[in-house]
């Protein structure tokens, strides 16, 4: 938890965008706007704030809570532990 709170204020601010983003969703359909093409724009640029924020949460996890940080990782785990991010960041995007 203690990487949620240290990073409170960036993740805040990236879920007011998220939360613009919805809102303009919600806008867009309310007002029956003709623009197909805008909506779906936005919806997947949403769906890639979404997923922008799972990859940092996730990663924050990974280096606070599986690896130890009062106790030094092995090189082998650092690696294993950067591997897995990078898998987890490439699925995301």
């Known amino acids: 938890m203690a990487h949620l709170v240290r990073d409170k204020r960036k993740l ?23 623009s197909c093409g805008s909506v779906l724009q936005t919806i997947a640029g949403c769906r890639g704030a979404m997923n922008g924020l799972m990859a940092e949460v996730i990663e924050g996890h990974v280096r606070s809570h599986v690896l130890d940080p009062d106790r030094r990782p092995t090189s082998a785990q650092a690696a294993a532990a950067q591997e897995l991010l990078d898998v987890i960041h490439s699925y995301l995007r």
């Open 12 to 34: 805040l601010n990236r879920l007011a965008r998220i939360r613009g983003q919805i809102d303009a969703i919600e806008r867009a359909i309310r007002e029956e706007q003709d």
